[in-house]
């Protein structure tokens, strides 16, 4: 599996092979080293179950699904897995369905997928940090449950799980199911145990605006310097907010959420003044990142460096435009 | 979009013809673009050999530090390794460098920058061998680095050499003249990579008679060549280059850091060896450009016009020398700009460090001292309330004008008409004005951008380049013509770097013998030198060369025709493959009139000689010069700081037109590059240490960053010294885009904009300001 990416023997000079066999030789003295550090199996199981068990059979195995960062590792030579469990064909986790008001998301929906018009009119905010994430290669392999697993800093979808309270639906051994937070996992507080996967992402739906908003270093696609979700709650008359890339896992200002819900008029047209929009960006920005604590004996704080101060003004106008956009 | 027709017809500028198929001035298509957009053309990283074995480098993980032990022992007893090399078996010249010698193969005492080889290893797979270099056990001292060129001065020598590479004090007239209006500006350029799409591979070969043939994508394969067979301890002559496909190359390529190496294991195991470069090592081990730091101070009357230019250059060259001192020139030499200067005191330095290496990246020293001078002509232009664009045309330099080195420019210097064609060409349409497209905001499509905080900016650069090798470089090329049966070959040295000298050489040999069918022979030291592919020189030496020997061929194909017509070869023309007579008498095919022989010719061309610049920073330096203003129309989001370069109008002295869809996509290749340099290319180091050396930390521009590029004008005044009277084009867009996109966000922002990449920190507008 390595080798495809190391070399492609093309026949070219004098110095070619010329009779067109691809792949790897032996060395001249007949000994080769290659065949301990590859991935000895790959399975490509059907159903959850049969991947959890392949998983449990073999525990040093890997699972890969879209691999834009497994692949990324494996080829750095970060990553030797022993073996691989791919989880591509397994469709029950391609698509989704509807449970008791919750959408109930495979873990193996692309993002490409979660880009179309279909899946933004049922979560627009989802939708919109697939668009974002990344160019259409990475969009078309990399998927959901990838990204959560990953849980890269970066991720594009964590905020939005994480403003939209989202629940992991993780399968185990014997069929077993288990629901925890999205952001217990993030958080490490709680765990995946061995040969568990990912298998649902339950999302609420509710039918309301969302927004997800990332700043990235140049025009074409990019990491986020910093991402904000905001999602509306008019149930339960609450608005949602995260702010990711900053942190090791998207953060929640939940003082800052509390107290713009209560500035908004739920049953009227949800309106809110240009200067209230402007102080839930900085009452954001400030939980997120906030100044240095005074010193222990009064003097002034250390001022924060202006890397810091300008992701702040980023947060800042990041969670004004997202709540903006938000209401009408 | 919409007005792609209208723009189009006014770039051409001048009388309508139709351009021709063959020959110069024609489109002619590279003859391997097919392959390569297909994926079959062979880089270096496609080949292969029969019981080849893998190469992996140990690089150093410290920027500065002391070995005190290197123990291969562990590396050597791991299955599957067959020879593992430090400094102890460099059995030649220890030490290599393109002008000084003073860069170990394998580090033996210091490392003086993270990524320094200390070992290599051949192992019968790549993993083997990289998992035998982790093998190599070595004990560091590790030392304080020296990472601030300003502190280089007074540092302990990082080298025996001493700290200071180059050092030139440029003193053109009165130091003691005061302008009227003085502004004065403080910039810093950052550390572009070349980034090559493809990384450094090569496949060392060895020979039966002792010797080494190294296959790889060398820019300069007979400079190389020698600088490894010294340190193999073999002639010259034992060792063989032969240049394969070349992956990209803005500086130097596949540079002897790695040759080196490879060959000697591949000496050492008796099999062939293969290396394939990460991406991350790639980033390590080659050249970077000059990290600037550049303190300007310029004089003005009221009218704007310049009277004096005071300025202190100071070169980051890293751990070793390579092209330090000629980057320096270029940029104590350029630091005025194209603008008349009659009184100048420059100061350059080149310092070493331990921060990455730097070496040569296209259009350097004058691209750093672009961004430096522009910046200063904008401040000038807002102190006196002068147009910027107005106050560069008072100021700007013609034929027959003096540089601050001294030297008369002799070739000619449009640079007013460039100023005035970008000036005037109609600025693109507002987004407001054309609501039917999408307006791609800063940021991208699914960015954050807010149409009410965008700013837009429109702003001026002019710059100019030296071409070929400067202060007495002996730039000469040689090239060999065939004829036989109807087909030419060329035989050349010059590398197809994607500059497009292969099909330019096709175009010469079309144009003088009429023969259609022409092949370029591929590269191997064998062949007579024809120099690095820098500085655009093989379109003047190497282009010189070949229309030399295709025109002798020429003569000995139609001295017996005009001898037997009595009448002189200058009558007689070939067009097409047939040979007819001025007055139509004479007609016939040139396979007749070959009757089956075989033509060779060979030729040499060499510019008129230059000199080194002197103590006081004087003389005749440059072979030529040429000229680009670019103007640059930017929007930037002022609450993010989010920059999209929105349109690139680009006037650029051209000499002549030889290839107009190749010159054209040289000019967008390097205003991207430039683009790149201006906002997001930096290969940021903390301490010495390089940080995320891989593309996703290293944002190049892809697709939606890359402006629209408008080619406005193309001034063909023929350089009467150049073969064809045309200038190398590809160098001068990347020095002046830089600039005009600074000076772009400074008109929107209204913020200073003094350092490269430009910060998104930097193009915030915040309330208070």
């Not at chain 1, 065949?35 to 399975?43: D, I, K, L, N, R």
């Not at chain 1, 990912?198 to 990019?222: C, E, N, S």
């Amino acid at each position: 599996m390595c080798q495809s990416c190391l070399v492609r023997p093309v026949s070219t000079y004098g110095t070619a092979n010329t009779d067109g066999q691809p792949g790897h030789r032996e060395g001249a003295a007949g000994l080769t080293t290659h065949a301990p550090q590859t991935a000895q199996s790959v399975t490509l199981p059907a159903s959850l179950d049969e991947a959890v068990a392949a998983l449990s059979a073999m525990p040093a195995a890997v699972p890969v699904a879209g691999g834009t960062d497994l692949m990324a590792a494996v080829n750095k030579g970060l990553l030797r897995p022993a073996g691989l469990v791919g989880l591509g064909r397994i469709s029950e986790l391609r698509g989704w369905h509807y449970q008791d008001g919750h959408a109930l998301l495979g873990a193996g929906l692309t993002h490409a997928r979660m880009g179309r018009p279909d899946f933004a009119a049922l979560i627009p905010a989802l939708a919109a940090s697939s668009r974002a994430a990344g160019p259409p290669q990475i969009r078309n392999a990399g998927t959901l449950g990838g990204n959560i697993a990953t849980a890269a800093p970066t991720g594009d979808s964590l905020p939005v799980l994480a403003a939209l309270e989202a629940d992991l639906v993780v399968a185990g051994p014997g069929g077993s199911r288990r629901e925890i937070p999205v952001s217990h996992l993030l958080a490490g507080r709680e765990m995946l145990a061995p040969a568990e996967l990912i298998g649902f992402v339950r999302v609420p739906l509710l039918h309301a605006p969302q927004v997800y908003l990332k700043a990235t270093g140049r025009t074409g696609p990019g990491r986020a310097t910093a991402s904000v979700a905001v999602v509306l709650d008019p149930a339960r008359r609450g608005v949602r907010c995260a702010v990711g890339a900053i942190a090791p896992m998207p953060l929640r200002p939940m003082e800052a959420e509390r107290w713009i819900a209560s500035l908004i008029d739920w049953d009227a047209d949800r309106g809110l003044a240009p200067e209230a929009l402007t102080a839930f960006g900085e009452y954001v920005a400030a939980a997120c990142i906030p100044d240095p604590a005074p010193a222990a004996d009064g003097s002034e704080p250390p001022a924060l460096p202006p890397a810091v101060l300008h992701l702040r003004r980023t947060v800042a106008t990041l969670a004004r435009r997202a709540l903006g956009r938000a209401l009408p | 979009m919409s007005n792609d027709a209208a723009t189009e017809t006014q770039a051409l500028d001048g009388p309508q013809q139709e351009p021709p198929a063959l020959g110069l001035g024609a489109s002619l298509p590279p003859a391997d673009a097919r392959a390569k957009t297909e994926g079959t053309f062979p880089y270096a990283a496609d080949l292969w050999a029969e019981g080849l074995l893998w190469a992996a480098l140990l690089r150093s993980p410290h920027p500065h530090a002391r070995i005190l032990s290197i123990d291969t022992s562990a590396a050597s007893e791991m299955p599957g390794v067959r020879a593992v090399v430090t400094h102890l078996d460099v059995l030649g010249d220890p030490s290599y460098g393109r002008l000084v010698a003073d860069r170990p193969v394998f580090a033996s005492e210091i490392v003086r920058h993270h990524g320094e080889a200390i070992a290599a290893v051949a192992a019968d797979h790549p993993d083997t061998a990289r998992m035998a270099a982790a093998a190599i056990a070595v004990e560091y001292e590790v030392l304080d680095p020296v990472t601030d060129p300003e502190k280089a001065f007074e540092a302990e020598p990082l080298h025996p050499d001493g700290n200071l590479i180059r050092h030139i004090p440029l003193r053109y007239g009165d130091p003691d003249l005061m302008g009227e209006v003085v502004v004065e500006g403080l910039y810093r350029i950052g550390r572009q990579d070349p980034a090559p799409i493809g990384a450094e591979a090569g496949l060392a070969v060895p020979r039966p008679d002792g010797g080494v043939e190294i296959y790889t994508g060398s820019t300069d394969p007979h400079t190389d060549r020698d600088l490894a067979a010294a340190c193999f301890g073999l002639e010259p002559d034992q060792v063989r280059v032969v240049v394969t496909g070349v992956p990209g190359a803005t500086g130097d390529r596949e540079d002897p850091g790695f040759q080196i190496p490879l060959g000697l294991l591949a000496l050492q195991t008796g099999c062939p060896v293969k290396l394939a470069a990460t991406r991350e090592e790639s980033f390590l081990g080659h050249a970077h450009r000059h990290p600037t730091l550049l303190r300007y101070r310029h004089h003005a009357d009221s009218e704007g016009r310049l009277v004096k230019v005071e300025a202190q250059i100071l070169l980051d060259a890293g751990a070793y020398a390579d092209a330090s001192s000629e980057s320096l020139a270029a940029a104590v030499a350029f630091a005025c700009g194209p603008y008349i200067v009659p009184h100048a005191f420059i100061e350059g330095w080149a310092v070493r460090t331990n921060n990455p290496p730097s070496g040569h990246v296209r259009g350097e020293g004058a691209m750093q001292v672009c961004a430096a001078y522009e910046g200063q002509m904008d401040k000038l232009a807002a102190k006196l309330g002068i147009d910027p664009a107005e106050l560069r045309l008072r100021n700007v330099l013609a034929t027959g004008d003096i540089l601050p080195t001294g030297q008369t420019v002799t070739c000619p210097a449009p640079v007013a008409e460039l100023l005035r064609a970008v000036r005037d060409f109609p600025l693109p349409a507002l987004p407001k004005d054309i609501p039917e497209s999408s307006w791609l905001l800063p940021g991208g499509p699914e960015g954050a951008g807010e149409p009410g905080a965008v700013r837009r900016g429109v702003g001026y650069a002019l710059g100019m380049v030296h071409m070929l090798g400067a202060e007495g470089a002996d730039e000469v090329s040689t090239a060999t013509v065939k004829v036989h049966d109807g087909v030419a070959t060329v035989i050349c040295a010059a590398v197809e770097t994607g500059q497009g000298f292969s099909t330019l050489a096709r175009q010469i040999v079309q144009e003088t013998l009429g023969i259609e069918e022409v092949h370029v022979a591929s590269v191997d030291t064998d062949q007579p030198p024809a120099g690095p592919a820098t500085h655009g020189r093989h379109t003047w030496v190497s282009g010189g060369a070949v229309e030399r020997a295709a025109k002798m061929v020429r003569t000995q194909l139609l001295q017996p025709l005009a001898h037997q017509f009595g009448m002189s070869t200058e009558l007689l023309q070939i067009t097409d493959g047939k040979i007819t007579s001025y007055d139509g008498v004479l007609s016939t095919t040139v396979t007749e009139a070959m009757d089956g022989k075989e033509l060779w010719a060979t030729a040499q061309c060499r510019p008129h000689p230059t000199e080194p610049l002197d103590e006081a920073g004087q003389g005749d330096a440059f072979v030529g010069l040429a000229f680009c203003a670019i103007r640059a129309v930017v929007d930037v989001d002022i609450e993010l700081g989010s920059i999209r370069v929105v349109e690139m109008a680009v006037a650029q002295d051209v000499g002549r037109v030889l290839n107009p869809a190749q010159l054209a996509t040289r000019i967008e290749a390097g205003v991207t590059q430039g683009i790149g340099t201006a906002l997001t290319e930096n290969l940021r180091t903390t301490r010495g240490l390089v940080r995320r050396p891989d593309l996703t930390g290293y944002a190049l521009p892809t697709s939606l960053d890359a402006a629209d590029i408008r080619i406005v004008k193309l001034v063909e005044e023929r350089d009467v010294v150049a073969p064809f009277g045309a200038k190398p084009a590809s160098a001068v867009p990347v020095v002046t885009s830089p600039a005009a996109v600074a000076a772009a966000v400074r008109a929107a922002t209204g913020r200073p904009v003094n350092r490269l990449p430009i910060r998104p920190q930097s193009a915030v507008v915040t309330a208070g300001a």
